[in-house]
C-alpha cells in the first residue's frame, strides 16, 4: 500500500477553506517562489486526469539543457534530471490510470537522481551535478527560462519541495473565501499562491 501524505491545515489563517484539491484544465500553472538547489527533492500528491504534461518543474535550455522536473509522457511517468553534463530523461515503464491517485518523489542534481512511484523505486542513477538554477519551480507546468510551457491536467493534494535538505515548500490546496479564488497555500512561508496562466482550476 502506497504512503499517503498527511494533510495539516493548522497555519491556515482565517478567510482560507482547505480544499481535497485544486484541478488543472491544461491552461493554468503557478509560479513559486522556489529555486533548484544542488539536491531538489519533490514530492507530489495526485490525481492523474488527462494524458501529458508537466507535473512540476523547470528546465533551462539556456544553460545546457539542465532540468529537475516530473512529467506524463502520455500517461508513464516521467523524469527530467540533472545539467547539460551530466542530464537524461527517464520514461518508467509505469502507466498511470484516469482518476487514479499516486505519490510521486524525485531526487535531482546531487549525488543520486531518483524516482520513486507510491513509495517503489522505479529509477536511480548516480549523479556528480552541482548546477544551481535561477529558474523558479513552476506547478501545472514547466518554467523554461521564464516560460509555463507543457501545461498539464491533473488534481494536487499536496506537494513538498526540498532544497539541500531544507523543505522549502508545503503546498496545499485552499480556497481564499472573500473571491472564491482557489490556489495553494504554502505552510512554510504562509504564502497564498494563485493561477498564473489562463482560466481558472476547479477544485473540490
Not at 78 to 102: A, I, K, P, Q
Not at 128 to 149: C, E, H, L, M
Request: hydrophobic share 30%; charged share 15%; glycine share 10%.
Amino acid at each position: 500500500m502506497r504512503r499517503q501524505m498527511t494533510i495539516s491545515a493548522g497555519g491556515l489563517p482565517s478567510g482560507y477553506t482547505q480544499l481535497s484539491y485544486i484541478q488543472g484544465t491544461g491552461s493554468q500553472h503557478i509560479v513559486t517562489d522556489i529555486y533548484s538547489g544542488r539536491k531538489t527533492n519533490v514530492s507530489l500528491d495526485m490525481t492523474m486526469v488527462g494524458s501529458g504534461g508537466i507535473f512540476v518543474g523547470w528546465m533551462s535550455a539556456a544553460n545546457n539543457y539542465c532540468r529537475s522536473y516530473i512529467a506524463a509522457a502520455d500517461y508513464n511517468v516521467s523524469l527530467g534530471y540533472g545539467d547539460g553534463y551530466n542530464s537524461g530523461y527517464y520514461n518508467s515503464s509505469v502507466r498511470m490510470s484516469v482518476n487514479g491517485r499516486y505519490l510521486l518523489e524525485y531526487q535531482t542534481l546531487s549525488g543520486s537522481h531518483w524516482l520513486k512511484i507510491d513509495g517503489n523505486t522505479d529509477f536511480s542513477s548516480a549523479s556528480s551535478s552541482t548546477y544551481i538554477t535561477t529558474q523558479k519551480f513552476t506547478i501545472f507546468a514547466r518554467n523554461v527560462d521564464g516560460t509555463a510551457n507543457a501545461k498539464s491536467k491533473y488534481k494536487l493534494h499536496e506537494l513538498y519541495i526540498s532544497i539541500d535538505d531544507v523543505l522549502m515548500g508545503h503546498f496545499i490546496p485552499v480556497l481564499r473565501t472573500s473571491d472564491s479564488k482557489p490556489g495553494l497555500w504554502d505552510l512554510v512561508t504562509s504564502t497564498f499562491y494563485t493561477n498564473a496562466g489562463s482560466g481558472e482550476f476547479s477544485y473540490a
